[in-house]
């Protein structure tokens, strides 16, 4: 817990709270955050370079408050990716989704209202319910990490929140919920006129569909989805968000004014249309999981089916810290969510996964 000065007027349920975040550990193979371990195409760099310097001369004025080119392109590729008819009225960027989670709290949560979510889930949600003041309710998952539809259609009538929070592909477990449960959820949420936020933000990596289809029937539900992931753009940091233009106007209430630079806005609208390119790591890593898989089924270990790409194992001796830090001695970075019994891999490239399950090998041994 931090100490903090007597002077600093922190409200007092925050003075528990430590800033979110993974070690940041250099000289060791980073498999702990869930990044995409490809490095953006050499043909994306130099257009984004090339787009930014166009951009450049501009700098002096503030960017388009409502980033609406690339709100456009963001609908043309979901689309394209599920079939659907958005327009840029069902479409917001942010700074990561991160921003999209906290400025749907903003608008929909606070103080006197409840939010709900089925743990072990993203931690960043509680965490943003605490820090909007919005009263934060665990709901069960099974032991394998899935959600029992039935109990939670219970929950969610009997707690009756104004936010729901279903994160599929969930992390930390990869599992996901099947886009005819998540319906059953939008129903429930329907009765007592909640938000179901359907966070998405490895969709890419899932053969389920996306619970954007059901925004027409629903228009209460949102999915919340990322570039940091299938696109390998941690670093830009955007996320987005696919809702009816309703809950668009809500956010826009929210959001602070010119959040999203003209810098970022340029090169995510140069990724967008290279997606294909932007993509084309992704089968490698649905192989890589699928051979980390066997590699740690051959120590007598378990992974849990993954729909996204990284990996949660258990069956190792000894505690979550203890294996951790053995991986972190030999120079591999993975990340202890807080589950005892588990740790969680991303899945990085061939020669990183190779390195894992060496370092594996020598502590099950």
Request: a negative charge; charged letters at 20%.
């Amino acid at each position: 817990m931090n100490q903090w000065p007597d002077w600093l007027p922190l409200r007092d349920d925050l003075k528990s709270l430590s800033p979110y975040g993974a070690p940041q550990i250099v000289d060791v193979v980073q498999l702990n955050t869930n990044e995409n371990p490809f490095s953006l195409p050499e043909v994306v760099q130099q257009e984004i370079v090339s787009r930014i310097q166009e951009v450049a001369g501009n700098l002096n004025r503030y960017p388009d408050r409502d980033a609406v080119r690339l709100r456009a392109k963001l609908a043309e590729y979901v689309n394209l990716q599920s079939g659907t008819e958005f327009d840029v009225e069902n479409m917001w960027a942010a700074n990561g989704s991160n921003e999209i989670l906290q400025t749907l709290f903003l608008a929909c949560g606070g103080a006197g209202r409840k939010a709900l979510g089925f743990t072990p889930s993203y931690s960043v949600h509680p965490l943003i319910a605490k820090i909007t003041g919005t009263s934060w309710i665990a709901g069960a998952r099974e032991d394998d990490f899935r959600i029992d539809v039935e109990i939670a259609v219970e929950q969610i009538l009997a707690e009756r929140p104004s936010l729901i929070f279903v994160t599929t592909p969930n992390n930390p477990s990869g599992t996901s919920t099947p886009l005819v449960d998540i319906s059953k959820l939008a129903q429930a949420s329907a009765n007592i006129g909640a938000l179901l936020v359907v966070d998405e933000a490895y969709a890419e990596f899932s053969t389920e569909a996306s619970a954007s289809l059901l925004i027409e029937k629903f228009p209460h539900v949102v999915s919340s989805r990322t570039m940091s992931k299938a696109f390998a753009f941690a670093g830009v940091r955007v996320g987005y968000l696919v809702a009816h233009p309703s809950v668009i106007d809500a956010v826009l209430v929210t959001r602070l004014p010119y959040h999203l630079s003209s810098l970022t806005q340029a090169a995510a609208e140069v990724a967008i249309d290279h997606a294909s390119v932007m993509q084309s790591g992704i089968d490698e890593l649905l192989s890589e999981r699928d051979l980390l898989v066997k590699g740690l089924e051959r120590l007598g270990w378990n992974a849990l089916e993954s729909s996204a790409n990284f990996l949660l194992f258990s069956g190792f001796k000894g505690t979550s810290a203890n294996i951790w830090k053995e991986f972190l001695d030999r120079g591999i970075l993975i990340r202890d969510v807080g589950l005892e019994g588990y740790l969680r891999v991303t899945v990085g490239t061939a020669p990183e996964n190779h390195r894992f399950l060496a370092a594996a090998q020598e502590i099950a041994q």
